[in-house]
């Protein structure tokens, strides 16, 4: 099976701008998760969406940081206006039914650079 | 925030020796799994241990847990160079939520 596409693969933005991040999941995968991850850190939650409803996203700055997963497939998450200490990897990960303990899938993330 | 806390966070040993990486968590959880990340890389699932479960094994892999320590043990037999990564354990609740250690490096030298 085709696994976690994330792009882009790379992104260098100057503070105050804004950027968005694409992920498509594995096919019949009913769970998504957006994960920021700083650089020597472990990954952190930053949304959950089953199907296309939000299930948490209680550690997402939402001054800031907006996502979105419509028709319950495709994802975006995007962040406006970037701040320095945004820099971090983003990953995607889905699962086929995470509400129900199924392991996670994850794609190989963006790396963001804030300047 | 962070559930899970490894220990050690590096760990160095030779080809050939097994490694142990453990997991403490504060919360109850539904279940507990570790993943592999290699550098630049996604992570990767290895094992995934139900909170009603002591013990599972997959190929060089033995995981262990105890609920009433909040506690679970990653044991890597016979390491290879190939095992060199991070590990992390990850605890999941009743919704699906899956938070994530800081993470054990591991180095397997030839």
């Known amino acids: ?115 | 925030s962070q559930q899970g806390e490894e220990d050690p966070q590096a760990l160095s040993i030779q080809e050939g020796e097994n490694a142990t990486m453990n997991c403490s968590y504060k919360t109850s959880i539904n279940n507990l799994q570790w993943y592999r990340q290699n550098s630049g890389r996604g992570l990767v699932h290895l094992i995934l241990i139900r909170s009603n479960e002591r013990e599972k094994h997959s190929g060089r892999l033995r995981v262990t847990l105890d609920t009433s320590k909040k506690s679970s043990s990653l044991l890597i037999t016979a390491s290879r160079a190939a095992d060199t990564a991070s590990y992390f354990c990850a605890t999941g609740n009743q919704g699906g939520k899956l938070i994530f250690g800081q993470g054990t490096e591991l180095s397997v030298k030839p």
Not at chain 1, 40 to 54: E, S, T
Not at chain 1, 79 to 95: F, G, M, R, T, W
């Open chain 1, 1 to 115: 099976e085709a696994g976690v596409a994330q792009s882009p693969r790379y992104k260098i933005i100057e503070k105050r701008q804004s950027v968005a991040f694409w992920c498509n999941p594995i096919s019949g995968h009913a769970t998504l998760y957006w994960y920021q991850q700083i650089l020597g850190q472990g990954p952190k939650l930053l949304i959950q969406f089953q199907n296309n409803g939000v299930v948490d996203d209680s550690q997402l700055p939402k001054d800031r940081f907006s996502a979105e997963r419509l028709k319950g497939v495709d994802s975006t998450l995007k962040i406006q206006p970037a701040k320095l200490e945004d820099s971090a990897v983003y990953l995607c990960a889905s699962s086929l039914d995470g509400v129900r303990g199924s392991p996670l899938h994850f794609g190989n993330g963006t790396r963001l650079t804030v300047t």
